[in-house]
């Protein structure tokens, strides 16, 4: 009996040693979600509206990414959604008096290096939702989806990952 107890006992501090080495080799591009929104041209009346499609999208969108715990699940949510951010963003254009549309997807994008706040991403192919207006040739705006950074509170606020094993071992 004593045996068996052992061995449970192993068992189960192997998997936790392998799920902390698992979270400690994610690179950024497994662990972020991005969102990019282009604007139709560098025009200021299309970069202005850029601006107000995605105050509308973060609208639309918080309520239901509040308490995501992962980005596959952040990820689900948005994809069960590109027809109503797609609504919001053309419901804005038609608003404002523009009379192109926009595109919604989520695929994966090159990104630059970028900073918010404290958090630096390095450049790389991350997974995006990507919001292109009309042609899309405009300058752009970017954030995280996942963790929330643009899609609660203010994108300055500031976030920390912690882990309950690696506090335990340390």
Known sequence: M?????????????????????????????TYLRIHIRANSNDATDQSVKY?????????????????????????????NLDGMKRVADGVLAKNGYNYKSKVSIRKEEFPVRTYGDLTLE???YDALIIELGSGSGDNWWCV??????????????????????????
């Open 123 to 125: 450049s790389g192919v």
């Open 2 to 30: 004593k045996v068996a107890a052992v061995i449970i006992l192993c068992v189960i501090l192997l998997g936790a040693v392998i799920m902390f080495a698992k979270t400690q080799t994610q690179s950024p591009e497994d």
């Open 52 to 80: 107000k499609v995605k105050e509308s999208i973060v609208e639309y969108m918080s309520p239901k990414l509040d308490g995501v715990s992962d980005k596959t699940q952040a990820m689900d949510i948005l994809a069960l």
């Open 145 to 170: 989806v996942f963790p929330p950074l643009c899609f609660v509170g203010e994108e300055s606020e500031s976030f920390e990952y912690k882990s309950w094993f690696k506090e335990k071992l340390s």
